[in-house]
């Protein structure tokens, strides 16, 4: 929502001869108080959150039919991958497939890890870590791209341990 729309509103209810509205999505929450009497607004608060939580609400209502489908589609496959393990990051950063742009990737889909193996690295503030199976089996599913940026806990490998 922009400055424009939000000085709308405000004449709008200035006008409508409410005593007070409120309007939450999902970035900002607005409430516009005023006096019937003379019909001014008398107290006006726009409180945004962060940077990042604007960004979606641009997006948000072209993917709310896709969240659904995605949602039905995806009932299946999860029953299909409940038999694999699932190896997930243990922090943020940017996930790696090579220990370096010149060096072979470290594993790839159908490869038999052992426990130990390093299956790739995540760096985080300019410090490469490791990251290292914690059961052996063979890699089913390799969940995300070369070169993107992970969240704490978010899938990567699928692990069959059969």
């Not at 409410?18 to 409430?31: F, G, R």
């Not at 979606?56 to 393990?85: L, W």
Request: aromatic share 6%; proline share 7%; glycine share 4%.
């Amino acid at each position: 929502m922009d400055l424009k729309e939000i000085q709308n509103l405000i004449k709008f209810v200035a006008n409508s001869g409410v005593a007070e509205v409120k309007l939450e999505m999902d970035d900002v929450k607005i409430t516009i108080r005023t006096t019937l009497e003379t019909n001014v607004t008398e107290a006006t608060y726009v409180q945004q959150l962060p940077a990042q939580a604007a960004l979606p609400q641009a997006v948000a209502p072209q993917q709310t039919a896709p969240v659904v489908v995605n949602v039905n589609t995806d009932t299946p496959a999860a029953a299909e991958d409940s038999k694999y393990i699932t190896i997930k990051s243990p922090i943020i950063g940017t996930f790696y497939r090579k220990p370096s742009p010149d060096k072979p990737v470290f594993t790839e889909i159908g490869s038999t890890i052992a426990k130990g193996d390093v299956l790739c690295v995540i760096e985080a503030m300019k410090l490469f870590n490791e990251i290292e199976s914690e059961v052996s089996g063979k890699i089913v599913k390799i969940l995300v791209d070369d070169m993107s940026p992970v969240e704490f806990d978010q899938p990567l490998f699928l692990v069959d341990p059969s």
